[in-house]
C-alpha cells in the first residue's frame, strides 16, 4: 500500500473518532426511542448522505420497521405520528429543507430528527431531535478526505451503532433480522 493510502485511512479514522465523540449524543436514546414508537419511519438525504440515509432505512426494515426512503417511487406519505430523519452535512440542502418544511407545517405530531455537522443551520431549526456530530469544517489537507468524506463515514458508523441502540431497546436479535433480509442469508 502507499503511504499516502495509508495516510488518509489514519486520517479518515482519526477525524471520524473525534466527529462521533464530540456529538450531542444525549439526544441518542430520544431519537432511538422516537423511531421504535413511530409508525412509519422517513429518512432524506441528499448525494453521499443520502446514501447513508438509505443504509439506515434498510436496517430499519430489517428491525422490522416500516422505513422508507424519501423521494423512492414506493415511498406513503408521512401521517401524523411518523418520524422523519434527516442527514445533512450542511443543514443547507434546499430539497431537504424544503422537505423539513412541509411535514412540519402539514402533518401533526411528526417527529424530526436531523443528524449533522451545522447544529445552526436551517434544517437543524426545523429539528425537534437534533444529532449535531463535530465533524471539522476546514482541513488542512482536504485531499486526504475530500468534500463531505468525514461527515458521511461519521454519519454511517454513528447510525450503525444507532441500530445497535434500537436491537438493545426492543430485544431484536440478528437472527431475527435475517428472516427480514432481502436475500435470506
Not at 31 to 53: C, D, H, K, N, W
Not at 103 to 127: C, H, N
Request: charged share 25%; glycine share 6%.
Amino acid at each position: 500500500m502507499t503511504e499516502r493510502f495509508l495516510e488518509s485511512i489514519e486520517h479518515i479514522f482519526d477525524c471520524m473518532e473525534r466527529a462521533i465523540r464530540n456529538s450531542n449524543k444525549g439526544d441518542v436514546r430520544k431519537t432511538a426511542r422516537a423511531i421504535i414508537e413511530a409508525p412509519q419511519v422517513f429518512i432524506y438525504g441528499a448525494g453521499r448522505s443520502g446514501l447513508m440515509g438509505r443504509t439506515f432505512a434498510m436496517r430499519l426494515m430489517q428491525l422490522g420497521q416500516r422505513a422508507f426512503f424519501i423521494g423512492e417511487t414506493i415511498t406513503p406519505a408521512v401521517k401524523p405520528g411518523d418520524c422523519v430523519l434527516f442527514v445533512s452535512k450542511t443543514g443547507e440542502t434546499q430539497t431537504a429543507i424544503q422537505a423539513a418544511k412541509i411535514v412540519k407545517e402539514r402533518v401533526e405530531r411528526t417527529t424530526i430528527i436531523v443528524l449533522t455537522a451545522s447544529p445552526d443551520s436551517t434544517l437543524a431549526s426545523y429539528a425537534d431531535v437534533l444529532m449535531a456530530l463535530d465533524v471539522p469544517r476546514y482541513e488542512k489537507d482536504a485531499s486526504l478526505a475530500p468534500l463531505g468524506t468525514i461527515f458521511e463515514d461519521s454519519a454511517m458508523v454513528f447510525l450503525d451503532a444507532l441500530i445497535a441502540l434500537i436491537m438493545d431497546e426492543t430485544g431484536e436479535r440478528e437472527e431475527n433480522m435475517k428472516e427480514r433480509h432481502p436475500i435470506l442469508v
